[in-house]
């Protein structure tokens, strides 16, 4: 069951500009993750924020996580043209065995130069 | 660096046609996944197995199985392939179920098409 919920849908920015995206999800969260996917490839890992952390950094990434909201937003700062990829948001929902993630559909940015 | 390979990029098979997906990783890992993703309904997960013969259902479990012999071996299996299981197929694994490890790592992906 899909639990992440990504907003918006599909942003376009030009470059050295900043990117949000938001994620919301539905059930209590150990953790959770954003991946960067580029066209046609597979999921790549970014960043891993836990339940009882507010706000994390990783070079040109800043998340942050409201656990009393059931969100999370994504920022990429000073955006490059190859920043243009699918971004998902995946939590691992305490109510199944633990081990599978459950993935949003995704962002779609588009960074223009 | 993990590495998960899978075994074709692209795929095209004929309808009831048995097809076979291969997915290796060489770290080691205890989990491995196999999600469908398609557009606007993001992806999905298919099968999934913590430990070697073992494996559970995701949402979507109808009309696949999964084979996996070795550790480092996961195999998804279209008994009798459709029209509708034209997707892109995505493997991944992770290394355990510990909370702090639960990054996962995933494969390119093949483009299956179902004619």
């Known amino acids: 069951s899909q639990q992440g919920e990504e907003d918006p849908q599909a942003l376009s920015i030009q470059e050295g500009e900043n990117a949000t995206m938001n994620c919301s999800y539905k059930?209590?969260?150990?953790?959770l993750q954003w991946y960067r996917q580029n066209s046609g490839r597979g999921l790549v890992h970014l960043i891993l924020?836990?339940?009882?952390?507010r706000e994390k950094h990783s070079g040109r990434l800043r998340v942050t996580l409201d656990t009393s909201k059931k969100s999370s937003s994504l920022l990429i700062t000073a955006s490059r043209a190859a920043d243009t990829a699918s971004y998902f948001c995946?939590?691992?929902?305490?109510?199944?065995?633990?081990?599978?993630?459950?993935f949003g559909k995704g962002t779609s940015l588009l960074v223009t130069p | 660096d993990v590495k998960v390979t899978q075994s074709s990029r692209y795929l095209v098979k004929r309808t009831g046609e048995k097809v076979f997906l291969e997915c290796v990783q060489d770290m080691d890992h205890e989990n491995m996944f196999w999600y469908r993703q398609d557009p606007g309904l993001g992806l999905r997960l298919i099968y999934f197995?913590?430990?070697?013969?073992?494996?559970e259902k995701g949402d979507i479990p109808e009309g696949y199985s999964v084979s996996r012999e070795k550790k480092e071996r996961f195999s998804l299996i279209l008994e009798s392939a459709s029209t509708n299981q034209t997707s892109m197929y995505l493997c991944a694994s992770s290394p355990d179920r510990s909370v702090s490890t639960d990054t996962q790592y995933f494969g390119p992906g093949t483009r299956l098409t179902v004619l």
């Open positions: 197995s913590y430990d070697v013969k073992m494996k």
């Open positions: 059930t209590s969260i150990n953790n």
């Open positions: 924020i836990r339940s009882n952390e």
């Open positions: 995946a939590t691992d929902a305490s109510s199944n065995s633990g081990y599978a993630l459950n």
